[in-house]
């Protein structure tokens, strides 16, 4: 009869599994997605059990320019291939099936950020990111009369942005110019 873990060593173990069958960078925001979307623990065994592992060493924050990424530590790694075996092997599978169907959608949302602040008098602005390998490749601000005009523009960030992407770098490049030098005058000619 298994012996399967519970409370606390539970809740880390069962984060540990999880971000390591995402196998990518992870905001915070989505392991805690992961665990409320599985049903397997409240926000605030998630919050105690996050601090506790990364000042344990089992999680790694990695500043990134999403902003912390987390992933699953060497120690991290032989904690879980020691107790792995503790979570039902249910709660194992689910969340598998979790990271395998959520992967692309979680890295596009560490690459395609959004965020907008009010301003005085109403106006919102609007902060647009697009990173690629831990580097902004884009970055745009923009301000907006309205909240509506503000969600609209975040809401569509995703679908739009390599469209914009290339439009402005096709047109700052300014198609059909290239990085040669300029052709040598007459007077250099003459020189040769």
């Given at each position: 009869?298994?012996i399967f873990a519970r409370g606390v060593?539970?809740?880390?173990?069962?984060?540990?599994?999880?971000?390591?069958?995402?196998?990518?960078?992870?905001?915070?925001?989505?392991?805690?997605?992961?665990?409320?979307?599985?049903?397997?623990?409240?926000?605030?065994?998630?919050?105690?059990?996050?601090?506790?592992?990364?000042?344990?060493?089992?999680?790694?924050?990695?500043?990134?320019?999403?902003?912390?990424?987390?992933?699953?530590?060497?120690?991290?790694?032989?904690?879980?291939?020691?107790f792995e075996e503790s979570l039902p092997?249910?709660?194992r599978q689910r969340l598998s099936a979790?990271?395998?169907?959520?992967?692309?959608?979680?890295?596009?949302?560490?690459?395609?950020?959004?965020?907008?602040?009010?301003?005085?008098?109403?106006?919102?602005?609007?902060?647009?990111?697009?990173?690629?390998?831990?580097?902004?490749?884009?970055?745009?601000?923009?301000?907006?009369?309205?909240?509506?005009?503000?969600?609209?523009?975040?809401?569509?960030?995703?679908?739009?942005?390599?469209?914009?992407?290339?439009?402005?770098?096709?047109?700052?490049?300014?198609?059909?110019?290239?990085?040669?030098?300029?052709?040598?005058?007459?007077?250099?000619?003459?020189?040769?």
């Amino acid at each position: 009869m298994p012996i399967f873990a519970r409370g606390v060593p539970k809740n880390k173990l069962t984060i540990l599994y999880f971000a390591r069958s995402a196998n990518i960078d992870l905001m915070r925001e989505q392991l805690y997605r992961a665990m409320v979307e599985n049903d397997c623990m409240s926000y605030f065994d998630f919050q105690s059990a996050m601090y506790e592992m990364e000042e344990d060493g089992l999680l790694a924050a990695i500043p990134r320019a999403f902003g912390q990424g987390y992933r699953i530590t060497a120690p991290g790694e032989s904690t879980l291939a020691m107790f792995e075996e503790s979570l039902p092997f249910s709660l194992r599978q689910r969340l598998s099936a979790y990271a395998e169907a959520a992967r692309e959608s979680m890295r596009l949302e560490t690459q395609l950020l959004t965020s907008m602040e009010e301003l005085y008098g109403g106006a919102y602005r609007v902060h647009l990111k697009a990173v690629e390998q831990n580097d902004v490749v884009l970055d745009i601000e923009m301000k907006l009369a309205s909240r509506s005009m503000a969600k609209r523009v975040r809401r569509n960030w995703e679908r739009a942005s390599e469209e914009i992407y290339s439009f402005l770098l096709k047109k700052l490049l300014l198609t059909g110019e290239t990085d040669e030098e300029e052709p040598p005058s007459e007077e250099e000619k003459g020189d040769q």
